[in-house]
């Protein structure tokens, strides 16, 4: 079940309103002794994380919910270190992964539980289910949740820097497809920068940012970017090229762009930029 987006946060005593966990998708399904993980896009990554194996319900069971790694110091959740563990392969660099920053299993959702098909039961059902039948402990969790008070929790995020929050129908059945039931509130961040460059075959602005005095990359702009906005670009940056490679035609950085990103990476580049407006 997918989500939809929503710019602002809102309150509500027909929804349940829950932190967005910065990590990415998970389905569990446990039958018998074996346990087997998926990504959103249903590619198997059962090997990747074997803190994740032994789960604390008795029985099979489908759960759906957020893998994620949260520092134990700064109490931030650290994107990239799962997006790096979701990409290894060997197995002793994945032990030594578990060892040291091991995973989290963060639950939002059950879907299957004893052979019992869920998904036609209200969301407020299905929680009940989930919080009787998992028991917590360093890896598994049930996602925290508060009831009607939406705003105020994504006040809560704003102030820990965290993505944003999920508002959830409490009536919602579970469906396979993207649902207006379930809604994404996100805490985007704001900047300039300056377009250095673009790319040959698709579309992507080269995106720079002034530091100490001179430019350096911060990442790709791909999205936002409307025709009419396209169409601005392309007549101002004729008169701007100074070098081309077998990618990209490289620019002299004199357009500024307002982009907005949900995070910087510990590279310092924009995770996720998306365009807003030219600066003039």
Known sequence: MLLNSREKPFSDQAYLFEPKIDGHRLILSKSGEETRLFTEHQNECTSQYPELWDVPIEGDVVLDGEVCYRDPESEQFNFELVMERLQITNKTKI?????????????????????????????????????????????FSVVNQIEERGEDLYESMVEKSMEGIVAKRKSSVYVSRRSHDWLAIMNYQYTDVYVAGYRKDEFGWLAHVKENGKMRPAGIIEQGVSPSHKKAFDAISKKLENGEDQNFVYLDPRIQVKVQFSSWTRHGMLRAPSFVDFIV
Do not use: C, T
């Not at 998904?119 to 039948?133: A, D, G, H, P, W």
């Open 95 to 139: 032990q030594a992964f578990r060892n040291q920053s091991p995973v989290s299993y963060v639950v939002w959702d059950i879907l299957v539980h004893k052979g019992r098909d869920l998904r036609q039961l209200s969301l407020m059902k299905r929680r009940s289910i989930l919080e009787s039948v998992l028991l917590p402990n360093d890896y």
